[in-house]
């Protein structure tokens, strides 16, 4: 990694080029994974910020604004029993200040893309959803018309806002074609993965963590596991844990090529035999019975609610997480063990977007304005009522109850983390750690490049009906990658995925001529 005053310098110098070019793993992956600049978030200062009850710039709603009803679909991990409750409180809360309430439509992270998909295929009203670059894909829902262009939205109804994230963040927002159709919940955007393990299996068959450095490593610790812990799962295979720069490979999501290469020339990772091999070591695991029989079909966070899982892979890790993963983990306390260093990875792995539907855009945006301003209605949206979803240890800190019928643990896909409270155990110093890391992560040399998928878009959708197939099976090890490897990689190809791979490389190589790199 390098030094972190260049990395500074080198992150500065690509915002100045951005702002001056535009004015401008049935595995669930509940635990996110969000672009920065030197800046500080606006609220670096937990003792003071997350307590507040109100903040000067919200004021009350004005008489002339007429009452209306938001609808906002959200997802968490599973449906929340009494989130009738905090929407209760949220409206009490925002119709003094916006004359708006709001009906939250929670949604189970393993059925939200065919929700959503269906909601807006069919054109219903609403105003709110969640979206990402990993689930109800952004890029091309912002393509085929889902969303609301925000740009003027953001400026006239959401200054405080804009005020309250580095501009690198927005900037990070947009898509393709440069147009700003969500905002960012900001969060921790320095990607970095690694494994969360049991910190009591950790003691007890004496693993060192210190010495796991790839996947291999971990094994002498996972075959102690099933032979002495037979009613736990050694490791829990997720969908989607290849992960290209473990492997020798630099770029972006998709977009990836061989770290050094000057040419920039881009791979199928998929056709690698670094992906082979990453899904041969899984798919032993699995025949040793490391990974449980049903990975393929079981649903992960249900053996990880129940603590049965003692290893997994994490695509992020971040500062104070092993608080947040211990309410994942059945209260079982874990350690993380990074596999490399963090790498900027911008803000679309977490935004909220307003439906092209909706009646209501304005009243929609002073809504995420509130949300990601006001620690007040964060705090209600990500944790719930005080005294029956959660107990304030101190001014920053609170207990939450697993069993009080609102504990979702998204607050990432709620709004700005930076405001809200902080759980037991977690840091006092855990959100400006978040910033700096955000701020000083090593940045991909090829950051703010975005590929257009308009010109192959009939190929990318074939070839996404095609990964779907073949995900579940052949990413978490379930079956054997020597034969399922190569049909899923002729599969893809029969697709079309040459000819967008030669489109990405056609669109990387204008985008690299006009920065002047290659």
Known sequence: MKKKAFLKLALASML??????????????????????????????TETETTATDTSTNEPAKEEL???????????????????????????????????TVKLMSIPFGDYDQKMNTVVSAGEKFDLMWTSNWAFNYEN????GAFKDLED??????????????KAAIEGARNSQGKLYAIPNYQI??????????????DKYGLDISTIKTYKDLEPFLEKVKAGEPD????????NTFVPYMYGYDGLGGIEYKKGDPNFKLENTLASPEFLAHHQLLHDWFKKGYVNKDVATANFADYQKAGKIVAFYEWTLKPGGEVEMKQNMGGKDVV????????????QPTMTAISNTSKNPERAMMFLNLANTDPVLFNLLAFGVEGKHYEKLDDTHIKVKTDGGYAPNVAWAMGNVTIGYLLEGQANDTWPKTIELNNSAMVPEIWGFQFNVEPVKTEQANMDAVYKEYEAAVTTGAVDPNEYVPKLVDAMNKAGAEKVLAEKQKQLDEWLTAKGMK
């Open 66 to 100: 007429p009452p209306v009803e938001l609808l906002y679909y959200i997802p968490q991990p599973e449906l929340q029993p009494d989130i009738a409750s905090v929407e209760a409180a949220v409206n009490e809360y925002i119709k003094p200040k916006i004359n708006a």
């Open 141 to 144: 829902n912002s393509l085929k």
């Open 189 to 202: 955007i320095a990607q970095g993965g690694g494994f969360v393990v049991q910190k009591e299996m950790v």
């Open 153 to 166: 939205l953001v400026k006239e109804y959401a200054p405080d806002f804009i005020n309250s994230l580095p």
């Open 232 to 239: 736990k799962i050694a490791f829990g295979s997720r969908t």
């Open 336 to 347: 993380f063990i990074p596999l490399y260093e963090p790498r900027f990875s911008g803000v």
């Open 16 to 45: 100045i080029l951005l702002l001056a070019s535009a004015c401008g793993g049935n595995n669930n992956k509940n635990n996110e994974p969000a672009a920065s600049t030197n800046e500080p978030a606006a609220t670096t200062n």
